[in-house]
């Protein structure tokens, strides 16, 4: 059992209320938030007593003025709520932390923050991913997953999947019945490092529906939840451990009033369904805590089904988890209703109880179990002695109990390191892959030797590449060879490529069809990064060797990239002409037209492939 823990944040004056010249009304004493209503006079009494309201939550920041003495900056609110969440993640519970609050008061600023003033989201991964280094140096595999949603007008719309037809932006809830309520066909994104996720979550951004407000000029409309799903695995004194967690971290829309954001038309009916959820969550946020401390056993109703966010966040509210609240405040005395509505509502939440529990994966925990079993069966073996008939009857039956209960360990556990070695192989591979987001683009980041065909199939869409093995990588058209080539002039053995100390050579097979840069290899060709290699007159490779381009960038050594330009002229059917830039690995498809036909002699002609000459020569 565990409560939500609640913190309230102030904000400085924005440019209006500083315009306004607004009086500052609210005071923070350590854990105390008092809001003093400027509208009743100071004195003695009831009115007096109306005047001040006090609250006392978990954590009370001060973040209006930079250089007070008590003042609490982005990593003060890191390092009290957000190393925490770090730490339940890697503990194995899930974790939710969602910030509440008036239009413009600071929800975005806490959670997501900005480039130079990073807010709890970005720190909270940031983190996760330093100890994932660690751990990974103590044999610990990890699987990290992201999805970021927005839930706007009671839609909810997949933030990483910009530019996708409409019906993906008005996604489905449905409920497991024993993961819970989850987002059908959302998209979730292997993350393998921090820049990963900074890259998921700038794209996640730019995505969320935002628009000027009186209270704030880019004000958030939908309501946002960024999801990290964090699986571990690893052996601890031979014995099974994995875990999953889930940390929902949650930007809430702000709460409207037409009066105060000036909302009409597109805004005003935003507001109605903003409120929707809102106040949907706060009828949970009710119901919860008249749960709690309700004593007479009966059930109270709990409504999460009244809204899309209240259905999405059960297990975080009243349920599987450990939960912030961070309730955000304006200062100003203009605000006095919503900060006060606030501040109610983060007081109702403190009494939420949750009941988090470690997320262990079923099969380890019955591992777990048997040899707990195996070892008390063992014991009792022991302690039994060998005194008659029945003693020994008993001890049969305890040996037969023992040796079903460990083939079925052993079954477990060759399973699971199975499961888990198959993993660690995968994301390893995806990992020296290192395939990335760029924009709209998808770049393969890879840190072997490579080849990467150059396809002229124009029904080919994939895109192959062809790691190098340390040693040797035969090619040809057997399929016991490593890189296995079909159609063309493609030898059963065409070819063979020796990756010595990083320096990778090709070395023809009799009578193959091989050109590195234009040149026919009849001896021992070294291939150079960014250099094309033509095989059996019909394949087409660039080769990267990208330690050697690092170098290369480094001594800032372009020099012996020639920048002349390869043309090839395919015979095939597409029967168009390739330009191939050495430097930018830019390959262009174009018509070819009679006058572009310069055919070579000699080795290449009659060969499916003959070579244009462009400006110059390539370097061999
Ligand atoms: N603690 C803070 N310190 C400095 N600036 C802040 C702080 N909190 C908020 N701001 C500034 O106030 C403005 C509004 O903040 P923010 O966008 O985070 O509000 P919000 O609650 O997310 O609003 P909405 O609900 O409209 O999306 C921003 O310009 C932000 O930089």
Redesign the pocket.
């Known amino acids: 059992m565990a409560s939500v823990k609640v913190a309230v944040?102030v904000?400085?004056f924005?440019q209006r209320e500083l315009d306004l010249h607004c009086a500052c009304i609210v005071e923070v004493e350590d854990k105390k938030t008092r809001l003093v209503n400027n509208k009743i006079a100071a004195g003695d009494g009831a009115e007096s007593r109306e005047r001040v309201k006090d609250f006392t939550f978990d954590y009370s920041y001060w973040?209006h003025r930079d250089g007070d003495q008590h003042f609490a900056p982005q990593v003060q609110i890191y390092d009290d709520l957000g190393t925490d969440v770090v730490s339940n993640a890697l503990q194995g519970y899930n974790a939710c932390v969602f910030?509440y609050?008036?239009?413009?008061?600071?929800?975005?600023?806490?959670m997501m923050g900005?480039q130079s003033n990073p807010g709890l989201i970005p720190r909270i991964c940031e983190a996760l991913f330093s100890s994932m280094a660690e751990g990974r140096e103590a044999g610990t595999t990890y699987k990290v997953e992201v999805s970021y949603l927005e839930i706007y007008n009671e839609r909810v719309k997949d933030l990483l999947r910009a530019g996708a037809p409409n019906d993906l932006h008005s996604l489905r809830v449905r409920e497991h019945p024993k993961l819970g309520p989850y987002v059908q066909d959302l998209s979730t994104h292997l993350v393998h490092h921090y820049p990963d996720i900074q890259e998921l979550m700038r794209r996640g951004n730019s995505h969320r529906t935002?628009a000027s407000?009186h209270?704030?000029?880019?004000?958030?409309r939908s309501h946002a939840i960024f999801t990290v799903t964090f699986i571990q695995a690893k052996l601890q004194s031979d014995m099974p451990l994995e875990t999953r967690s889930k940390i929902h971290l949650v930007?809430?829309?702000?709460s409207e009033r037409a009066d105060a954001t000036g909302a009409t038309g597109q805004r005003l009916k935003e507001g109605a369904h903003i409120n929707k959820s809102l106040v949907t969550l706060g009828s949970v946020i009710s119901a919860l805590a008249e749960q709690a401390v309700k004593t007479s056993g009966k059930t109270v109703f709990i409504p999460y089904r009244d809204s899309v966010l209240t259905w999405l966040l059960k297990d975080s509210l009243g349920g599987n988890s450990k939960t912030i609240m961070i309730a955000?405040i304006s200062p100003a005395d203009v605000n006095y209703g919503e900060t006060l509505s606030t501040l109610r509502y983060a007081n109702r939440a403190k009494n939420i109880i949750n009941k988090p529990t470690i997320n262990e994966d079923p099969n380890v925990k019955l591992i777990r179990e048997l040899r707990e079993e195996i070892l008390n069966l063992k014991t009792m073996l022991q302690e039994s002695g060998i005194f008659g008939l029945e003693a020994n009857v008993e001890k049969g039956s305890l040996i037969a109990a023992l040796s079903q209960k460990q083939a079925k360990e052993k079954e477990l556990t060759d399973q699971w390191n199975e499961r888990w070695s198959e993993t660690h192989t995968i994301l390893q591979e995806q990992k020296t892959l290192g395939l990335r987001k760029a924009g709209q683009g998808v770049v393969l980041d890879s840190e072997r030797p490579h080849l990467v065909l150059i396809d002229d199939n124009l029904l080919t869409t994939g895109v192959t590449l062809y790691h190098l093995n340390n040693g040797m990588t035969t090619i040809g058209c057997l399929p016991t060879q490593d890189i296995r080539l079909e159609g063309g002039e493609v030898l059963e053995e065409h070819c063979i490529i020796y990756l010595q100390d990083g320096e990778a050579t090709l070395e023809s097979r009799p009578d193959a069809q091989c050109w590195v840069n234009s040149q026919f290899v009849d001896k021992p060709s070294r291939l150079t990064q960014g250099c094309v290699v033509v095989l059996g007159g019909s394949h087409m490779f660039r080769y990267n060797d990208p330690q050697e381009a690092a170098r290369l960038r480094r001594e800032g050594n372009k020099a012996h990239l020639n920048l002349s330009r390869l043309s090839f002229l395919s015979r095939s059917a597409t029967d168009l002409v390739r330009s191939y830039d050495n430097l930018s690995g830019l390959v262009t498809l174009r018509n070819c037209c009679e006058g572009d036909r310069h055919a070579r002699d000699g080795t290449s002609s009659g060969r499916g492939l003959d070579i244009l000459e462009g400006d110059s020569h390539a370097r061999a």
């Open positions: 944040r904000r400085p924005n973040s910030a609050g008036q239009t413009g008061s600071g929800k975005t600023f806490t900005s935002t407000t209270m704030n000029d880019t004000s958030s930007d809430l829309a702000g955000t």
